[in-house]
Nanobody, 121 residues
Framework: QVQLVESGGGLVQPGGSLRLSCAAS????????MGWYRQAPGKERELVAT???????NCADSVKGRFTISRDNTKNTVYLQMNSLKPEDTAVYYC???????????????WGKGTLVTVSS
């Protein structure tokens, strides 16, 4: 089994900051990629930022310059530092991890349960 535990969501005023964390645990052989997606009310889930095992990162244009994704491979944890938050950043943020449970298995996507970020005055 694999578990993803997210933390760090909450209510913040416009212009404020939050830091999300997602720790993966359980039967893990290797992690290919880790990232964050979000889904606002009435909208489809969208990519926020991802990072691969070689350190390559990718961010949505809407968050570039404001959000930073980082990863601690020793803890199988991915972080999302969110600065200069805007009301349109309000959404449920989901952690995504692409990993292999055994050396002989293919990589599979795992999703966290989501953490709510609300940006409002």
């Amino acid at each position: 089994q694999v578990q993803l535990v997210e933390s760090g969501g909450g209510l913040v005023q416009p212009g404020g900051s939050l830091r999300l964390s997602c720790a993966a645990s359980g039967s893990i052989f290797s992690i290919n990629a880790m990232g964050w997606y979000r889904q606002a009310p009435g909208k489809e889930r969208e990519l926020v930022a991802t990072t691969t095992s070689d350190g390559t990162t990718n961010c949505a244009d809407s968050v570039k310059g404001r959000f930073t994704i980082s990863r601690d491979n020793t803890k199988n944890t991915v972080y999302l530092q969110m600065n200069s938050l805007k009301p349109e950043d309000t959404a449920v943020y989901y952690c995504n991890v692409v990993l292999r449970r055994r050396s002989y298995t293919v990589a599979v996507d795992y999703w966290g349960k989501g953490t709510l970020v609300t940006v409002s005055s």
